[in-house]
């Protein structure tokens, strides 16, 4: 689980079953640097390798998708996506592609991104009333984007055409991830 602090983002290892922190360390980019990153997604590839997106400076400038190493905490960069800050980036159940949606845009655009070159390619932009905080998909495939309005929608890969399933309660979801539970 990816967790924030101030100055540094850091990587917290947390035990399922007390939840407890199991191990932290303080991530770094493998370059020189004049600003400060800003880890805005984690993702899991097929591997179980981490991708991450990170934004320098501010959350206007250009995002890079990077690999991050749990033990070390070092990202190693592989390239500009073309967009400004992204969340959620998470594989299609198959690992076939890389999702990833804008943040801070109205009305977001869903993207695909190269997971060896961060080159990012916008496949539609949604229809959703409200800016984009998290995107996660279901073990079937549907993939669901949690709203700045507390809503969850789900999006039509191809068309980016949402369709509102209710609100979660919660003020803001970010980092989201499904885990598939037996229906009783």
Not at 174 to 180: A, D, F, H, Q, W
């Amino acid at each position: 689980m990816q967790a924030r602090g101030f100055p540094q983002d850091r990587l917290y290892t947390l035990d399922s079953d007390t939840g407890a922190v199991r191990t932290t360390v303080v991530v770094t980019v493998d370059r020189p640097l004049i600003t400060v990153p800003f880890l805005t997604a984690l993702g899991v590839d097929a591997s179980g390798g981490l991708l991450v997106t990170v934004t320098f400076g501010n959350l206007n400038f250009v995002s890079e998708l990077g690999r991050l190493d749990p033990a070390t905490g070092v990202v190693t960069l592989l390239g500009l996506t073309g967009f400004r800050t992204l969340y959620g980036v998470q594989f299609d159940p198959a690992f076939r592609t890389l999702y990833a949606i804008t943040a801070s845009q109205l009305p977001p655009v869903l993207v695909s991104l190269d997971p060896t070159t961060g080159q990012g390619t916008a496949i539609a932009q949604t229809d959703m009333p409200a800016q984009a905080e998290s995107l996660a998909f279901t073990a079937d495939g549907r993939l669901l984007v949690a709203g700045s309005d507390g809503n969850l929608y789900e999006l039509d890969r191809v068309t980016g055409a949402s369709r509102l399933i209710g609100p979660t309660g919660v003020e803001v979801v970010r980092g989201m991830s499904l885990r598939v539970f037996p229906r009783r």
